[in-house]
């Protein structure tokens, strides 16, 4: 007997494959000989959370998240030196900044975000999942924009370079935790719901009346979004179901770019 969904070599009568983790519920009959056989419609098979499904398709689950991700910073740092090398880049930075514009890119920002997860954690299409992923990995190069935009024009290029070793280095370490630990950090959900709108709350304040806190507020910002790598490595290990790696892999690199954004912004303010 064979899976149907990744054909290898199985038992007859198992309700889940122990190499792709899939579902069967016994509504199979297929030979390795290439007999025929039948199976229920893959649309109706139940989710399979990570945590409990076999050794092979978690791997796989993870080996699949990891790879999407890194491809997503690969597409931003290709997006983002098209942006960069544009003969308009500073126009559109200007216009960006200026006065209260950047609230409504900040607003238009979290509206293109919340369409891009939900389309990401779409059960019904691939396609729609990828989009999502696209979607939000092009918003983050235009957001990230003006900041990138400083960095290379006043500051000098090095200094980007050296924030992203920084993001990588932190990255990794908290990465380590997670694996090695298997802790569960689910219980940072709270946290981090709470301090999401006070850290948005701040920054509309600080547009608004024009005050910045610096160096200290990027500190506490590094802290929040290592918390957000530990709580969204965490749900890789723990919560997502084994056809989420897009999902997975845009939460893991939203928190990886928060992170990368108040390193740089540290660089920044150090250098000056």
């Given at each position: ?62 080996r699949k998240t990891y ?97 992203g070793f920084v993001t ?96 740089l912004q540290i660089f ?5």
């Open positions: 007997m064979y899976c149907p969904y990744c054909r290898n070599d199985i038992e007859k009568g198992i309700t889940n494959c122990p190499h792709c983790g899939n579902y069967l519920g016994g509504q199979f009959n297929f030979s390795v000989g290439g007999g025929t056989g039948n199976i229920g419609a893959r649309a109706a098979v139940p989710p399979i959370i990570v945590e409990q499904a076999p050794g092979i398709a978690r791997a796989e689950f993870i790879t999407h991700m890194a491809l997503a910073v690969l597409a931003f740092i290709i997006l983002e030196s098209i942006l960069l090398g544009w003969s308009g880049a500073k126009s559109l930075v200007i216009t960006m900044v200026r006065g209260y514009n950047w609230l409504i890119v900040l607003g238009v920002f979290m509206g293109v975000s919340w369409v891009a997860d939900k389309w990401a954690r779409s059960s019904t299409s691939k396609e729609t999942q990828y989009a999502g992923l696209g979607l939000y990995i092009l918003a983050e190069a235009f957001i990230f924009l003006p900041l990138l935009y400083v960095a290379k024009n006043f500051v000098g290029e090095s200094v980007i370079g050296s924030a990588l280095g932190l990255f990794a370490g908290l990465t380590f935790v997670v694996f090695s630990s298997k802790k569960d950090f689910s219980f940072m959900r709270n946290i981090l719901c709470v301090g999401c709108p006070v850290a948005f709350g701040i920054i509309v304040a600080s547009i608004i009346f024009g005050f910045t806190f610096g160096v200290l507020f990027a500190g506490i910002m590094v802290a929040f979004a290592a918390g957000a790598i530990l709580y969204n490595t965490s749900n890789i290990l723990h919560h997502y179901r084994t056809d989420q790696y897009v999902a997975a892999a845009l939460s893991l690199f939203a928190s990886v770019m928060l992170l990368f954004w108040y390193v920044i303010s150090l250098d000056d």
